[in-house]
């Protein structure tokens, strides 16, 4: 049984949080100082092209032996945890938002209600699926918004083989997304309507998030960084005529370790340009600062920023409002 996202306020957070991604490993681990998290220990180990295909619907690890000695050099650089938190690629599941304007009292029926709509519009049979939810925003009148996850179980234990392979135990499996999105909220700096741009070579991920609840979630290929700013654009419009939003109050830009340094500043400054406001990078120090306050660079906390969100996940649980708290179901 695959460990899909399921609650941290139900069980202890992990010792460590490990991403494997289509081009590097990373993991890291956090302490306390003071009361206040710190990034103890990090390690990132490159992959080279074709080593981890991310897909929805076919076969992710191309070649397990190198991905897995990644991941066994980079737990051995962070103290040989046993317990760690995985994050996958956002290829790896479909993300829908499905709204029930009354919520059935007996959680049985919930997951079958949720596997019904969803079933739709998976591209594979949902009985050979991986399920999981979490409460999203309240809706009038008593009903309720529900973030779905979908993945192929196949793959989703695929990554997970590579961890037991090497003698550690994957509790919590999550998309960077979703982590990139809770080292944000860990920090406590974000009110209102803001936006997540996860960018990669090929992909984009575009999520909206209203009091620690996403609203909006869209995941699709792009042909280059030339694609992102109208997309960028369409999703502000879209906020603004279908989601009642005001706008922005902060833009978040993630992912562009993998583009490099000169093409993310030129994509953050065609975004500002697109959309009128500062496009700021993802930076989890608010929330997790590194340890001895060394300085890292913008690429090194964009690596980070999913294994530290995985591990701050019960922070964030905490800080969330009582209508947007995250009770994860796998079914």
């Keep these: 049984m695959s460990r899909w996202s399921f609650d941290l306020t139900e069980a202890p957070p992990p010792d460590a ?82 709204r029930f304007e009354q919520v059935p009292p007996r959680a049985q029926d919930l997951a079958q209600l949720i596997r ?84 990669a070579h090929d992909y984009a991920t575009l999520g909206v998030v209203r009091d620690g609840c996403v609203v909006f979630f869209r995941n699709r290929t792009t042909g280059g960084i030339g694609d ?19 706008g922005f109050t902060r833009v978040v830009l993630a992912g562009g370790s993998v583009l490099g340094g000169e093409a993310t500043e030129r994509l953050r400054r065609l975004l500002e340009e697109r959309i009128g406001m500062r496009v700021e990078p993802i930076d989890f120090r608010p929330a997790a600062e590194m340890r001895d306050r060394i300085t890292p660079s913008p690429e090194l906390l964009d690596i980070l920023a999913p294994t530290v969100g995985v591990l701050l996940r019960d922070r964030v649980a905490r800080r969330t409002p009582p209508a947007a708290s995250p009770t994860e179901r796998v079914a």
Aim: with cysteine; aromatic share 4%; hydrophobic share 50%.
């Design 17 to 98: 949080a490990v991403e494997v991604a289509a081009r590097h490993v990373s993991a890291a681990t956090i302490g306390r100082r003071g009361g206040q998290p710190i990034v103890r220990a990090y390690a990132v180990e490159p992959l080279p092209e074709g080593a981890v295909v991310p897909s929805l619907t076919a076969q992710n690890i191309r070649d397990r032996a190198l991905v897995g000695a990644a991941v066994a050099r980079a737990l051995e650089a962070v103290g040989r945890p046993k317990r760690i938190g995985l994050v996958v690629p956002d290829q790896v599941a479909k993300i829908s938002l499905v």
């Design 228 to 246: 992102l700013p109208d997309l960028v654009h369409q999703t502000a419009m879209y906020h603004e005529d279908r989601l009642g939003g005001g």
């Design 116 to 199: 019904w709509q969803v079933r739709k519009a998976a591209p594979f049979r949902i009985e050979d699926a991986q399920v999981s939810w979490q409460e999203a925003v309240v809706l009038p009148g008593g009903g309720r918004e529900y973030l779905v996850t979908v993945a192929r179980r196949d793959i989703i234990e695929s990554y997970e083989r590579v961890c037991d392979a090497v003698g550690v135990h994957a509790g919590i499996i999550d998309i960077a997304s979703f982590n990139q999105i809770n080292a944000v909220l860990a920090g406590g700096l974000v009110s209102d309507d803001w936006l997540l741009v996860n960018v």
